[in-house]
């Protein structure tokens, strides 16, 4: 299995014609996770053939506007596309009163429930799992309550050894999902072969972690350690250092220290201030500390094998 990003959003809080506040796909097998909802957000779904059915959990790191703005307009389309699925929404205390206020104002009648999951934890939680997957939170520095979400694949079923297999004539193939499910192999006189003699260990798990918006905080870094993916804002470049830290943001060559401390294998750069024409001063100054480092992009995909 792998997981595979796809950015729908990327620049900060006043959206462009080209460049729209936050939002991101992520991908796990036949399910999408919905990772912050800016302005904008099911527009660009439609734009990059994003499956609107498959969404069923939305991850909001913090309740400024150009990380949720879009998610009523979202439930609203659900509402009109006659949705039935639940919809997991997990994010901040107070987005529940939020969206179920302008869901009772406007008259709204969903056909589906939704599912809130509101976060209050400073800590890191564990906030969803299923058999493929965990996302626990990675508590942020902003000027209101705020999380990351890291993202990581559970193993999978082991790997056959057919070389030790083929050895063993009592052996069928249908005793090798029992194997894979790391079970071991009983012959017909009852003596058993252990499983680790008939399998090799699992594909290598992804992992992806998503920091938007944050100053500058070292602390997340055990949490980060050794991830597939980074995606870190870089708001402003080292030229308005003063402005990042009055604003609690992060300036790119902070996030390449992040990146470079926890030893990640790859960083995107996103959540640029409106102040610049272009980012190549933020990828400059991020790439002297962190070389694999790339910038966020619409329709940028992504993926972590």
């Known amino acids: 299995m792998s997981l595979k990003l796809t950015i729908l959003g990327f620049h900060s809080a006043t959206p462009r014609l080209n460049a729209l506040p936050t939002s991101q796909v992520l991908e796990v097998k036949n399910q999408l996770f919905l990772i912050d909802c800016g302005e904008g957000t099911q ?115 082991l790997n056959l050894d057919m070389e030790s297999i083929l050895k063993e004539p009592e052996m069928e193939r249908c005793d090798y999902y029992n194997l894979k499910k790391g079970k071991n192999f009983i012959k017909k006189d009852k003596s058993e072969i252990p499983n680790h003699q008939l399998t090799l260990p699992p594909k290598k798990t992804a992992r992806y972690a998503f920091c938007s918006d944050t100053s500058y905080y070292p602390q997340i870094i055990p949490l980060l350690k050794d991830v597939d993916l980074l995606y870190h804002e870089a708001t402003f470049t080292k030229e308005h250092e003063a402005l990042a830290y009055l604003t609690k943001h992060t300036f790119a060559e902070q996030a390449g220290k992040i990146a470079k401390k926890a030893k990640v294998k790859q960083l995107i750069l996103g959540h640029f201030s409106s102040r610049y024409a272009n980012y190549y001063e933020h990828l400059k100054e991020a790439k002297q500390v962190f070389e694999n480092t790339i910038l966020a992009e619409e329709g940028l995909t992504i993926e972590i094998n």
């Open 43 to 157: 527009m660009q779904l439609r734009k990059h053939h994003i499956s609107f059915g498959k969404i069923n959990h939305v991850f909001i790191s913090h309740l400024h506007g150009d990380h949720f703005f879009g998610l009523i307009g979202l439930i609203s389309s659900f509402g009109l596309l006659s949705r039935t699925k639940s919809l997991h929404i997990h994010g901040p205390k107070g987005i529940k009163e939020v969206i179920e206020l302008q869901i009772r104002i406007s008259q709204s009648h969903l056909s589906f429930p939704l599912i809130f999951n509101e976060l209050e934890n400073t800590e890191s939680e564990l906030i969803w799992e299923d058999k493929d997957i965990e996302v626990r939170t990675i508590p942020l520095n902003h000027r209101i309550y705020t999380n990351g979400f890291l993202f990581i694949e559970k193993p999978g079923l």
